[in-house]
């Protein structure tokens, strides 16, 4: 069999590395998305994950922008091959309590966490649809499972994302597209090491695990999700918390 075409977004954060690794690992032929204007950036980290056996290609990609995305799907199904594993990755966070929360940053991460959704799958799955076999992953998060404080903004794009993949589950259900989402809880990364270290400790304390998770832990429940022998499981959320949150 052809390698299948894997697209992670958001390769370069700390999550789509290892989302990337393990898709290697799966024998796909990973393509992976870097924001426009950071070329240099990603070719250094292209070159990085080559010398660690890790081939990837990489485009530039505004998940914020659905022309953007239209064309980058269709660039890459054209250079590279059918897109047959989509992994809605990139994410970003601009946390504040709300009585500080600026449009601006309910804006922004509504379109990067939410309309990228979208923006992402809408103009692939038909063709993946017609081509009768695909696995879409939307990431999630803990925090879209049971809101936190200062994050209203993405509480709620990571929520609506919920309701987007079991919508468009139904619709690939019969046509060997499986869509789910995986719902991350706080992962060792530079986004979750933002957060002031005083209430990381305390989130941390109430992990049962009794630690962050590590990124190829939130890889390897991607990497199940998108198997072949996967197609019956659709529609579902896969939480990986450390026990943070039992639904
Ligand atoms: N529950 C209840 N009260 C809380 C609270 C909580 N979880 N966290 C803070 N507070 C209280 C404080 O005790 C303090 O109370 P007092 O005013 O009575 O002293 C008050 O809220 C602090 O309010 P401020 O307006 O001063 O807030 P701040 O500007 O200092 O900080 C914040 C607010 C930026 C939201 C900060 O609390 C923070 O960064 N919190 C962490 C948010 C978080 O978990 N983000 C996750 C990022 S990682 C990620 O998102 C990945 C993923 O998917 C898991």
């Known amino acids: 069999m052809t390698q299948r075409v894997a697209v992670v977004t958001g390769a370069q954060g700390g999550l789509g590395e290892s989302m990337c690794k393990a898709m290697c690992d799966q024998d796909r032929r990973v393509v992976g998305s870097f924001l426009p204007g950071a070329e240099a950036e990603a070719q250094s980290w292209q070159a990085d994950m080559k010398a660690a056996g890790y081939d990837v290609a990489i485009y530039p990609l505004d998940v914020t922008d659905y022309d953007h995305c239209s064309s980058f799907i269709a660039k890459v199904e054209e250079e590279v091959g059918p897109i047959e594993i989509l992994v809605n990755n990139a994410g ?35 063709a993946m649809c017609g081509r009768g076999f695909g696995r879409i992953v939307n990431i999630s998060s803990l925090n879209g499972e049971k809101g936190q404080f200062g994050q209203a903004n993405y509480s709620a794009a990571k929520a609506g994302i919920y309701g987007f993949t079991k919508a468009i589950a139904q619709e690939g259900a019969r046509k060997g597209v499986t869509v789910n989402a995986v719902s991350p809880g706080y992962i060792d990364t530079p986004m979750v090491r933002q957060v002031p270290e005083n209430v990381l400790n305390a989130i941390v304390d109430g992990i049962p695990v009794g630690r962050l998770g590590q990124p190829e832990e939130i890889a390897r429940a991607v990497a199940f999700l998108t198997a072949e022998d996967a197609g019956f499981i659709t529609g579902t959320n896969l939480s990986v918390n450390g026990g943070q949150y039992m639904s």
């Open 92 to 126: 970003i966070t601009r946390d504040g309590p709300l009585k500080r929360l600026k449009p601006e940053q309910w804006q922004a991460v509504l379109r990067t966490n939410l309309d990228s959704m979208y923006n992402m799958c809408q103009p692939l799955f038909d």
